[in-house]
Every structure is written in C-alpha cells, then in structure tokens.
C-alpha cells in the first residue's frame, strides 16, 4: 500500500509561482510513475504531468507545457509539481497519484490541495 499526501496549495495571484508536494509512504513507491492532475467544479480529472521512478521521462499537458514542471526527490519519497507564471485557469484542485507499471490505472490517490489563482 502506498498514501499520498499533498502539501503547497494555496491562493497566489496570476503570474506567481507555487511547488506542490506529494509526499510517500508504503513500500514500492521509489519504484513507481507518479503523476500529477486536477479538477475543476462540473469537469473531469484531467491530466497535467508524470514522471517515471528514476526521473528520466517526463510528460505534461499541452496547456502546462514550459509553466510546469514536475520532479522527484527518492531520497525524500516526493514528488514535486512546480507551478511558475500561474493563470486564472490554472485554479483547481491538484492531486497526485501513483501506479507501478507504464500503463493501467493509478492505483492511489492523494486528497488533494486547493490552488486559487486571483487576477
């Protein structure tokens, strides 16, 4: 079993910068892909980044492309999403998870962390 926690959320105004945390517990996790996405009130999860277990791949959306930018600390069990020249739209609530293989489905969940972006 593998819990997530996710830290760093808050309210920033537009074209601020916020890191959220996605910190590990349980075994496997150093092993595993981990992604980050979020959601909207009346709007599907959708997908903003992921990283592989030893850093060497990373993915994002096309609307987060050179704003975002997602890491790993194995030391620490981390994940972190780097958030720069933030967007109104950019207002979600962000959670991470996580999975031991390529393809499938994320296994486990964080809660999530508000993010509120002001203009």
């Known amino acids: 079993q593998v819990q997530l926690v996710e830290s760093g959320g808050g309210l920033v105004q537009a074209g601020g910068s916020l890191r959220l945390s996605c910190a590990a517990s349980?075994?496997?996790?150093?092993?595993?892909?981990v992604g980050w996405f979020r959601q909207t009130p009346g709007k599907e999860r959708e997908f903003v980044a992921s990283i592989t277990w030893n850093a060497r791949i990373t993915l994002y959306a096309d609307s987060v492309k050179g704003r975002f930018t997602i890491s790993r600390d194995s030391a620490k069990n981390t994940v972190y999403l780097q958030i720069d020249s933030l967007k109104v739209e950019d207002t979600a609530v962000y959670y991470c998870a996580a999975k031991p293989g390529v393809s499938g489905p994320w296994d486990y969940w964080g809660q999530g962390t508000q993010v509120t972006v002001s203009s």
């Open positions: 349980g075994r496997g996790f150093s092993t595993y892909r």
